[in-house]
């Protein structure tokens, strides 16, 4: 009994000195929801015409909507690092639930931001850089050359996405497992699998581009992550409002 109690007080404690951590981790996982829907409407305006072919078509248009694509590409980066710190919270929350699959999941997490921000983002900007000056290439000679450069980047882009798209929702899920035990509750675990194992299916998206059911899962997931975000960043709000500003220390009698 005892020991149970200073458990709870020690875990009360931890809490406390988090609580503006979790205060401003509930309020970014809600804007970064909202800047990925932002960002999902911005790709399906750029692909509204299919994924190009080969390496000059890609150019040629992302070149026609260069600013877009520059958005769109940079929001994810921003929604990459706004994300760190809902991962460090996160893990403190879920960490007296079940320490190995709370770390698990925030490390995969922390890896997809920093792969999807160093890597398949870095590219696509590269791309686009390069679509400029496809677009500006005053000779075939010159345009080739773009072309020959941007060869790899365009090739590399779909395995990079699918890499992408489904470590981070790896690392959701194992942290659904912990969450049901928490004061997430068990049904915002269950929704958070969900959602997270159509991610895992759309991240095959962009290596079997002829599968209707995967771009349909690769469509959906962006979405549904978004709203399974902003339940997530309400809840984690919410604990920090409960949270006392203080932690009476109480002595406990044996």
């Known amino acids: 009994m005892v020991h149970t109690q200073r458990n709870v007080a020690s875990a009360e404690t931890v809490d406390r000195n988090w609580k503006g951590l979790y205060f401003a981790s509930g309020s970014l996982l809600v804007l970064i929801a909202v800047l990925s829907f932002v960002a999902a409407y911005g790709a399906r305006i750029l692909y509204a015409s299919g994924y190009p072919s080969d390496p000059a078509s890609y150019l040629q248009l992302v070149s026609q909507h260069q600013r877009l694509a520059s958005v769109t590409w940079s929001l994810w980066i921003v929604m990459d690092f706004l994300g760190i710190a809902p991962t460090v919270a996160i893990y403190l929350v879920l960490r007296r639930y079940n320490r190995t699959l ?6 995969l997490s922390m890896f997809y931001t920093i792969y999807d921000v160093c890597v398949t983002e870095l590219n696509s900007l590269t791309l686009v850089s390069l679509s400029h000056g496809y677009v500006s290439a005053t000779n075939d000679a010159l345009r080739a050359s773009f072309v020959a450069a941007a060869t790899y980047g365009y090739y590399a882009l779909p395995i990079q996405t699918v890499l992408s798209f489904a470590i981070g929702p790896l690392g ?18 269950i929704f958070g699998v969900i959602v997270n194992v159509i991610g895992l299916l759309g991240s095959a998206a962009p290596v079997v581009p002829s599968s209707y059911f995967l771009g349909l899962c690769q469509f959906l997931c962006v979405r549904l992550i978004a709203v399974w975000f902003i339940i997530v960043g309400v809840q984690l709000y919410r604990h920090g409002r409960r949270l006392p500003a203080t932690v009476e220390n109480t002595a406990v009698m044996s």
């Open 102 to 107: 709370a770390l698990l999941g925030s490390l």
């Open 172 to 189: 959701y899920i194992l942290w659904c497992v912990p969450m049901a035990r928490s004061f997430f509750g068990r049904w915002l675990a």
